[in-house]
C-alpha cells in the first residue's frame, strides 16, 4: 500500500514528511498553478531533495501533441533525473506516448483515467501506475469502487506489473474504498491526511486518556518521570 502526496507545495511535503509514510509526490499543472509564478525545474528538483532518492515523483506533461509530449517528458527526464515517473493522460495520443517511452524504459504514469477501457488499454501498454480520478468519475455516473475492482483483476488476469494509483479524492472515505477494491495505491491533497487525523472524536479520547491519567498520577507526571 502506497501513500502519496498529491500536491507541489514544499511547506506541505515537508511537514507530512514527517508524520506519514509518504511513497511518494504526485502533481499536475492545475497544482502546480497554486505555487504561483516559480522556477519549475527547481521547484521540482527540491520537491525531489526533500522526498530522497527512494520515493517517486511523478511529473506531467504541458503539450497535447504526440511529439510535443516527448519532448516534455525528456526535457523533465534531463531536468530533474531519470527516475521520474513521467504523468501522460490516457487519450489517442496519450496511448502512443506511453508505448514510445515504455520501450525506452521511462517511467509512466497513465493519468486522467475515467473508464476501464481506459484502464486496460493503459495496462496493456506497459504504464507503470494507472490513476483513476475517483471523485471525478462519481461526478460523471461512474462507479469508481466497480472499475478499480475490474482494474484490479484484468492486473491479475495478465500478471501484469501494473499498479492503481487512484486519484481525484473528496474525503479519507473515498481513499478507503478504493484501496478496498484493490488500488495499490492513492495519492491525495494534504488536507486529506489533516482532516482524517484532527477529528473531534479522537481529540476527545486523548484529552480523556490525559485526564484520567493525570488524575491517578497528577498533572506533568507522563510514564518517562515515574520511578
Known amino acids: 500500500m502506497e501513500f502519496m502526496l498529491d500536491t507541489a507545495n514544499l511547506e506541505e511535503i515537508k511537514h507530512y514528511q514527517r508524520i506519514a509514510p509518504i511513497s511518494g509526490v504526485t502533481s499536475n499543472p492545475s497544482i502546480v498553478k497554486k505555487e504561483g509564478k516559480i522556477d519549475f525545474f527547481a521547484h521540482m528538483n527540491h520537491i525531489r531533495q526533500i522526498i530522497g532518492p527512494d520515493k517517486s515523483l511523478h ?17 523533465i527526464l534531463d531536468k530533474v533525473d531519470r527516475d521520474v515517473f513521467i ?23 497513465a493519468t486522467a483515467i475515467y473508464t476501464k477501457f481506459q484502464a486496460y488499454l493503459a495496462i496493456a501498454a506497459g504504464a507503470d501506475y494507472i490513476a483513476p480520478y475517483f471523485n471525478r468519475m462519481e461526478n460523471v455516473n461512474v462507479d469508481p469502487r466497480e472499475a478499480i475492482n475490474q482494474m484490479a483483476k484484468e492486473i491479475k488476469r495478465t500478471n501484469s506489473s501494473t499498479k492503481i494509483l487512484a486519484a481525484s479524492f473528496k474525503n479519507a472515505g473515498q ?13 491525495m491533497s494534504p488536507d486529506i491526511i489533516k482532516h482524517a487525523l484532527n477529528l473531534p472524536a479522537i481529540e476527545q479520547a486523548v484529552n480523556d486518556f490525559t485526564h484520567d491519567w493525570e488524575e491517578v498520577f497528577g498533572e506533568n507526571q507522563p510514564i518517562s518521570k515515574l520511578d
Not at 504523468?87 to 504514469?109: A, F, R, S, Y
Open 59 to 75: 511529473i506531467q506533461v504541458v503539450a497535447t501533441d504526440y511529439k510535443g509530449m516527448l519532448q516534455d517528458a525528456k526535457k
Open 87 to 109: 504523468k501522460v493522460p490516457v487519450n489517442e495520443v496519450g496511448l502512443k506516448v506511453i508505448q514510445t517511452l515504455k520501450k525506452e524504459g521511462v517511467n509512466v504514469t
Open 175 to 187: 481513499v478507503n474504498a478504493a484501496l478496498e477494491n484493490g488500488a495499490q495505491a492513492a495519492t
